[in-house]
């Protein structure tokens, strides 16, 4: 059951402390893509990257976000510092370009910053 | 810049009862158009995905539909059950060039099937 993968589910920290995110996508999926969700703006696109290359990273605020793949099967999404703002869902989700470009979400992590 | 809109932001029905989620965009320039199913403190299930030139998809008792020039998309859910209680999302790829992966999502009709 091929799945995209999120650590933590959960994250509760204060204001001002690094938060690492990890996503693990499909097997065989060459674009990967980070999302937050929160109440006020829905669903937003931060990053996205093509065979572990940053395409589009216009999203996040570039002073204290930092996305990465250190490999095919690992994602990361860094904040450091966090703030109260930052907190939110944020998703992964995974798809192949070969594909009509259907995307798989992970769970989620939901971030709360104190 | 493409802006996804759905209306009504919640819906309530009883069981049984078919339904309609609409869905509009602004830019008619899309590859695809993706319906999106999310439960509470939940990730997001692909339901279906229409093409460009697809005027529709079903998928058991739901069945979506694209009018691309109008910037229309419906989904229509027959017989509702309470499991298909959840927020409904519609999202927007662009074509393809710069940019061709990213989604525009609308920001969801909360159903809820009363038994």
């Known amino acids: 059951d091929a799945r995209v993968t999120q650590t933590p589910r959960h994250k509760v920290t204060e204001m001002g402390q690094e938060v690492t995110m990890r996503c693990q996508p499909i097997?065989?999926?060459?674009?990967v893509f980070w999302y937050r969700q929160t109440m006020m703006q829905g669903l937003e696109l931060l990053a996205y990257f093509r065979n572990r290359a940053p395409l589009d990273d216009s999203g996040m605020p570039k002073d204290r976000f930092s996305a990465e793949m250190p490999d095919a099967t690992l994602a990361t999404l860094k904040i450091q510092p966090s703030e109260p703002r930052d907190s939110a869902v944020y998703f992964c989700?995974?798809?192949?370009?070969?594909?009509?470009?259907?995307?798989?979400f992970g769970p989620g992590t939901r971030l709360t910053v104190l | 810049k493409q802006e996804v809109t759905q209306i009504p932001a919640a819906l309530s029905v009883p069981e049984g009862e078919n339904l309609v989620l609409n869905c509009s965009f602004t830019?008619?320039?899309?590859?695809?158009l993706q319906w999106f199913r999310q439960d509470p403190g939940k990730g997001l299930t692909s339901l279906l995905l229409i093409q460009s030139s697809q005027r529709e998809q079903t998928s058991g008792r739901l069945n979506a539909s694209l009018d691309k020039s109008s910037g229309r998309s419906t989904l229509y859910i027959a017989a509702s059950q309470p499991g298909d209680s959840a927020t409904y999302l519609c999202a927007v790829r662009p074509t393809s060039g710069a940019g061709s992966y990213q989604l525009t999502f609308g920001k969801g009709t909360k159903l809820s099937v009363i038994p």
């Open positions: 989700a995974s798809t192949t370009s070969g594909l009509a470009g259907e995307q798989f």
């Open positions: 097997l065989g999926h060459n674009t």
């Open positions: 830019d008619s320039a899309i590859y695809n």
